[in-house]
């Protein structure tokens, strides 16, 4: 993996990563893919068509609402940065 | 009043409470006091709370009030994992994104034992965000190991098995996503139990791996992690994944068991190191001498269950860590414009390791990268469940060491990401299949003047709790 593909994981994960942390990164990245890459001596072929343990949705179901406004004063008093009840961040689109 | 904590359990300490021996205050106090004195070289607790003392007053009267119908609980002393949410309290992983953060609701589990009466002494130490087998990474400071202070207490539960291992609360909660409930327990000399999957709610648990994710007790004695998972355990409506244990409260079919040892802790992947497998042998012919039968059984593919695991778990994470962004809670650092908000936020909040299981989520679902890591490792993980439910067919429970070394030496593998990783090789399988296993004192070895306790592992099919408290309880006894 080379540093402008570790560039490209640190942006697209939020990260900021300085330039002397990508070099240890590098290298521990490497290790730990070379560690993890033993899984495609795995013939698994069967478990990847017949799931086995298939997984299912469980749903809630939707009743037993709270009070609209219930939670916002303790959640709100959480949050670094807010305005006249809710929760403020830098603009996005800009004009 | 002196109370001798080391020789208490909860179920002693529960009938000390009901004749009045002493009262939850006085033993309260008792452990404050013992915390105040080790406390500052084993660094297992990164806060006490300040109302321990009200809370034990309000056990007391409960227990004056209700005797034997109160909760076995009552009154017991107890720490919690710094990931597990407490209302009102502060809950920080161990990191530094989380600082100032005070929960807005309770965990389930927290819930269960404040309904029971027991008493939150303080939060215990982790590494951060659960990423560790050492509980050197966390924001306030590596933890010792109360056998050595040089060494590593395990982790990440590090914090809440050290807590025990001090006698500094009777009981403490952890959680486990790939081995961090037991190999602490391991290191620590004490009793650690990952429930199955779904067994215990995670409600109110910070999130790393969802799919692996368990709370779980760690304790003195078999007996004492039982009482802990019957009164946390149980379906909640607020998480889907959690399941009723039929099994729960219900005997074994049989008392003798057939106990199954994988062939693969015998090869090149499993490095075990000489006395520790020594161990292992002595144990496994206390248990024949008990009557139980001994089988080799082959399970193929469980030596790929630790990369398995390093693929999944930081998938898992990496989703369940977008929500820490400088928003809604904990840590903001200002950037020149909302992108930079959230990665300055999280360049400055986020530990090195944290940051690497992140970036190596994302690569591993990134587009080009899937089809060959992570759809590969469920599909592998879905054959590892295989291969055990396999071996449940001939055996009863699975059964090896818990960490393939005793506790190593602070710093000694923090440099090295994959040899950190290894020391959790025999207790990831129970994680990859969602079985429950738990880890139970099975002796020392000496490492230069240190005696450092190991533990052994056993491991049984979906549900059954009952046949690990069953042999882990038979095993104290012969062990003695």
Redo the contacts between chains.
């Keep these: 993996?080379d540093k402008k593909e570790?560039q490209k994981?640190?942006?697209?994960?939020?990260?900021?990563?300085s330039s002397d942390?990508l070099q240890?990164?590098q290298k521990?990245?490497e290790?730990?893919?070379q560690?993890?890459?033993?899984?495609?001596e795995?013939s698994?072929?069967?478990?990847?068509t017949k799931?086995?343990?298939s997984l299912q949705n469980?749903?809630?179901e939707d009743k037993d609402s709270h009070e609209s406004g219930a939670?916002t004063k303790?959640?709100l008093?959480?949050?670094?940065?807010k305005k006249d009840g809710y929760?403020q961040?830098?603009?996005?689109i800009s004009a | 009043m002196s109370i001798d904590l080391s020789q208490l359990t909860i179920s002693k300490t529960r009938n000390h409470l009901l004749r009045g021996d002493f009262t939850v205050q006085e033993l309260t106090e008792s452990y404050l006091k013992n915390i105040a004195k080790k406390n500052s070289d084993i660094n297992a607790y990164v806060e006490i709370f300040d109302d321990v003392l009200a809370q034990a007053e309000k056990a007391d009267k409960e227990i004056a009030t209700q005797k034997e119908k109160s909760s076995p609980l009552c009154g017991t002393p107890v720490a919690i994992k710094d990931n597990i949410l407490i209302k009102g309290r502060h809950v920080s992983c161990g990191s530094k994104i989380l600082k100032n953060y005070k929960a807005t609701y309770d965990a389930t589990a927290i819930a269960k034992l404040k309904e029971a009466g027991a008493v939150f002494l303080g939060r215990a130490n982790m590494d951060e965000f659960a990423m560790g087998s050492s509980t050197e990474r966390s924001a306030f400071g590596p933890t010792k190991n109360p056998h050595d202070t040089l060494r590593s207490p395990g982790g990440s539960s590090g914090g809440p098995a050290a807590v025990v291992a001090m006698d500094g609360a009777l009981a403490s909660l952890g959680s486990d996503t790939g081995g961090s409930v037991r190999q602490p327990a391991s290191f620590c000399g004490v009793v650690g139990l990952k429930p199955t999957y779904g067994a215990v709610s995670r409600y109110g648990l910070v999130a790393m791996a969802s799919s692996f994710d368990q709370i779980g007790p760690i304790t003195k004695t078999v007996e004492d992690a039982e009482i802990v998972f019957n009164a946390i355990s149980g379906k909640d409506p607020y998480d889907s994944t959690s399941a009723e244990s039929i099994t729960q409260n219900s005997k074994p079919k049989t008392s003798k068991f057939t106990i199954g040892i994988p062939s693969f802790l015998f090869g090149k992947e499993t490095p075990l190191e000489d006395d520790v497998l020594q161990n292992f042998n002595n144990s496994i012919e206390m248990l024949k001498k008990e009557g139980h039968t001994v089988k080799e059984v082959e399970m193929p593919l469980v030596k790929y269950a630790l990369p398995v695991y390093y693929i999944i778990m930081p998938a898992e994470a990496s989703t369940n860590l977008a929500r820490f962004d400088g928003v809604r809670y904990g840590l903001y650092a200002e950037g020149k414009n909302l992108f930079d908000d959230y990665a300055d936020t999280r360049g400055v909040g986020f530990g090195p390791e944290v940051r690497r299981r992140l970036l190596l989520g994302a690569y591993v679902l990134s587009s080009g990268y899937y089809d060959a890591y992570y759809r590969k490792a469920v599909a592998v993980q879905n054959a590892i469940r295989f291969d055990c439910e396999s071996a449940f067919k001939n055996v009863d429970v699975i059964v090896t060491p818990t960490s393939p070394t005793p506790a190593f030496v602070l710093g000694e593998k923090l440099e090295d990401p994959v040899a950190m990783y290894l020391s959790d090789i025999l207790t990831v399988v129970a994680n990859i299949g969602g079985f429950p296993a738990i880890s139970v004192p099975s002796g020392t070895v000496m490492r230069g003047k240190s005696s450092l306790p190991l533990g052994i592992q056993f491991m049984a099919p979906h549900n059954e709790e009952n046949v690990l408290f069953s042999i882990g309880k038979e095993f104290e006894i012969i062990k003695e």
């Design positions: 993996m570790l994981l640190a942006t697209l994960a939020r990260i900021a990563v942390e240890t990164l521990d990245m290790g730990v893919l560690y993890i890459s033993q899984i495609q795995v698994a072929g069967h478990h990847e799931n086995g343990f469980v749903m809630r939670y303790e959640l008093a959480e949050a670094p940065q929760i961040v830098k603009k996005i």
